[in-house]
Nanobody, 118 residues
């Protein structure tokens, strides 16, 4: 599986942005797809994830209610809809995948930069 993230950019605080992560290769039916972010000088953190087969999602507390992860199975593409953006959401955002019952994400896309101005 290869992942290609896109959609980053510059947005004002309170604005919205949608990131995409296109997957190529084998089926994702047994996978969990996740969005991570890493701000300058900070560790990478999991933003949220989606169980590909069922569409069940998880979000970290700081984005709950503002961000929504979805997927289009036919297009093998995952989305991250980000609303009510804050300057602290500024980071490089990465998509990744792992097998459903495994701990570690083992396939990563390149980062896409999101900058939120105040």
């Amino acid at each position: 599986v290869q992942l290609q993230a896109s959609g980053g950019g510059l947005v004002q605080a309170g604005g919205s942005l949608r990131l995409s992560c296109a997957a190529s290769g084998r089926s994702l039916s047994s996978d969990v797809m996740g969005w991570f972010r890493q701000a300058p000088g900070k560790e990478r953190e999991l933003v949220g994830s989606i169980l590909w087969s069922e569409g069940r999602t998880y979000y970290t507390d700081s984005v709950e209610g503002r961000f929504t992860i979805s997927r289009d199975k036919a297009k093998k593409t995952m989305y991250l809809q980000m609303n009510a953006l804050k300057p602290e959401d500024t980071a490089a955002y990465y998509c990744a995948r792992k097998r459903r019952y495994e701990s570690n994400y083992d396939t990563w896309g390149q980062g896409t930069l999101v900058t939120v101005s105040s």
